[in-house]
């Protein structure tokens, strides 16, 4: 199995630290979050950062459920996916979208496309089994999600928090990586707890965020193995 490890620019992301210490360190109950935002916003830059926070803590292990199937952080390329259990004792190395870092954990499923609108049942389908399956209150929840804020992506968004809300047992927390005007004319019909600007959101290669063939590379590649 493909391993790295990487460290993030956190001068560049300074709008991100202060809410992810906020919610992780908000309540006594396991946070369930769901990120939400436009393509190239850095939302897996913030699920990436909060994980790593998460672990750093060590309150409890974190489940990693990713339901963008065109930028996984562990699970293949074209798939929805989940990775559970991980604490600073089996997560040594992290890894990206070309490097799954651990098959014992990670759960992963075919969607059969980049584009969701190609096979949308499906992939509703598949992120509410595994939004329905993870039901771990030892655990922290981090929800990866799509650039994907209009026609069915609207849909699907109001599907998955009202999923999340039905949990009992999780501090849930909705966080929008944008300003409110920008949320509100989405015209998404939920509560967001976070509204966080980020003006150093970069464009990344398709498949190659974690490269060094990327140039809008916002953290620093450490070593591979």
């Given at each position: 199995i493909l391993r790295k490890y990487r460290t993030f620019d956190?001068?560049?992301?300074?709008?991100?630290?202060?809410?992810?210490?906020?919610i992780?360190?908000?309540?006594?109950?396991?946070?369930?979050?769901?990120?939400?935002?436009?393509?190239?916003?850095?939302?897996?830059t913030f699920n990436e950062m909060m994980l790593e926070t998460a672990l750093q803590?060590?309150?409890?292990?974190?489940?990693?459920?990713?339901?963008?199937?065109?930028?996984?952080?562990?699970?293949?390329?074209?798939?929805?996916?989940?990775?559970?259990?991980m604490?600073?004792?089996?997560?040594?190395?992290?890894?990206?979208s070309l490097a799954p870092v651990d098959t014992e954990r990670l759960e992963s499923y075919v969607l059969g496309s980049f584009d969701c609108t190609e096979?949308?049942?499906?992939?509703?389908?598949?992120?509410?089994?595994?939004?329905?399956?993870v039901d771990d209150h030892q655990s922290d929840i981090i929800v990866n999600m799509p650039g994907w804020l209009t026609g069915l992506g609207m849909q699907f968004i109001e599907k998955v928090v009202g999923k999340v809300l039905e949990k009992d047992g999780f501090d849930v927390k909705?966080?929008?990586?944008?300003?409110?005007?920008s949320f509100l004319k989405q015209n998404i019909q939920i509560d967001v707890d976070f509204f966080i600007p980020n003006n150093y959101a970069?464009?990344?290669?398709?498949?190659f965020k974690n490269s060094t063939m990327n140039t809008g590379v916002d953290?620093?590649?450490?070593n591979w193995t």
């Open positions: 956190y001068n560049q992301n300074q709008t991100f630290i202060k809410p992810i210490q906020q992780l360190t908000s309540d006594s109950l396991p946070t369930l979050t769901v990120c939400l935002g436009g393509k190239n916003s850095g939302k897996t803590l060590q309150q409890r292990d974190v489940t990693f459920i990713d339901l963008d199937p065109g930028q996984q952080v562990f699970g293949f390329p074209g798939c929805v996916s989940v990775m559970k259990g604490n600073v004792r089996n997560m040594g190395m992290f890894g990206d096979y949308y049942t499906k992939y509703e389908d598949l992120g509410m089994k595994l939004l329905e399956e909705i966080v929008y990586l944008g300003d409110k005007e970069k464009y990344y290669m398709p498949g953290f620093v590649q450490m």
